[in-house]
């Protein structure tokens, strides 16, 4: 056990205590098909005060669109959160995949908004070669996020024999290899895990999710290679350790990485015969978050912190340390973001 641990404890101690100054936090959840199927659209609404909160929920959809409901009267206890369901009767999909949402939460006297740019985070069926190339990859959903000036884009495939992605990554420099001990590398961190868990609070827990390492070489001696970082029933004190990646490669996973200008390509398939629990097939919805590695660059990108966690959902349990990341003090929002497998993008 490293000397992580007690800075660890003392971060989830300090999730558990924040309640920020507005009475009750709003998230709109990710879309996990495309908007003109008709899927529900969850709002979640958090009470961080300490006393009874009753109110009224308003949602104001894109142009065009139609809810079942726009308006929900809610009571939540102290420190509950409680889902609510909003059905979409009429959308439109568009190839930017992102969709304005408004939610307005009045109650006690006090009037909380949030805004935000809502995405279909879903993954037709293909088959893709995995050569590093994104010519066969247009009709993936794209997902994009901004850091720093620089662009990341995640596609996903599904068919009967994996789980496909690919990530596009903005950046100045690649940084393929160690000279020193302590030196940083690029690299993508993938993170799976079925709808309903949880990342939990305590190192002596087990964990519940995949996480994956791809990472880039371009030397005639070394390919590029993915690492399997930790799969369930793994403790999770292991994802306070940073460990050195010799002896983690997993050879089941098919990984192309590619560079041409300032973009490096990520394109692996990931087995479903490596995560038993998530069932390939049409409609099913689980958790799948992306950590980006830019050390010479914008350092951590993460799509939690674009997909509009709420601050205190940082967890130092939530993502494996690994020698040569580029993780800062902060812990790195949750890896459990919405996703699913759809029949096709449109």
């Known amino acids: 056990m490293t000397g992580c641990l007690p800075a660890a404890i003392l971060w989830l101690g300090l999730a558990r205590c924040a309640t920020g100054s507005e009475p009750v936090a709003l998230r709109v959840e990710n879309l996990t098909v495309p908007p003109s199927s008709g899927p529900l659209m969850h709002v979640l609404i958090a009470n961080r005060g300490k006393a009874r909160y009753e109110g009224k929920v308003d949602v104001s959809v894109p142009e065009g669109w139609r809810l079942n409901r726009t308006r929900l009267r809610v009571r939540l206890r102290p420190g509950e959160t409680r889902r609510l369901d909003f059905a979409i009767e009429r959308a439109l999909d568009n190839r930017r995949n992102r969709y304005r949402v408004a939610v307005v939460a009045e109650g006690g006297g006090r009037r909380v908004e949030r805004t935000q740019e809502v995405v279909c985070a879903s993954a037709p069926y293909f088959q893709p070669r995995i050569d590093g190339k994104a010519t066969e990859w247009d009709d993936a959903i794209p997902v994009s996020f901004v850091t720093r000036g620089k662009r990341t884009t995640i596609r996903t495939y599904w068919n009967h024999d994996a789980f496909c992605v690919l990530v596009e990554v903005q950046e100045e ?13 690029d690299a993508v961190q993938l993170a799976i895990a079925r709808s309903g868990t949880a990342t939990p609070s305590r190192p002596r827990a087990r964990a519940e999710r995949h996480e994956f390492l791809p990472v880039a070489s371009f030397s005639w001696l070394r390919r590029s290679r993915c690492y399997r970082l ?26 192309a990485v590619r560079c041409r200008k300032d973009v490096t390509t990520y394109e692996c398939a990931i087995p479903f015969r490596l995560m038993p629990e998530i069932k390939p097939s049409e409609g099913r919805e689980f958790f799948f978050s992306v950590l980006v590695h830019d050390p010479d660059g914008t350092g951590l990108r993460e799509w939690g912190e674009a997909a509009g966690l709420w601050p205190w959902q940082r967890n130092p349990l939530a993502w494996c340390r690994w020698r040569g990341d580029s993780r800062g003090q902060a812990p790195p929002f949750d890896s459990r973001t919405e996703w699913g497998l759809c029949s096709s993008r449109h």
């Open 173 to 185: 420099d690649l940084s393929t290899r160690r000279r020193k001990p302590d030196e940083k590398i």
């Open 230 to 255: 930790l799969g369930p029933g793994a403790r999770l004190v292991t994802a306070t350790q940073e460990r050195d990646l010799d002896g983690l490669e997993c050879r089941d996973v098919a990984l």
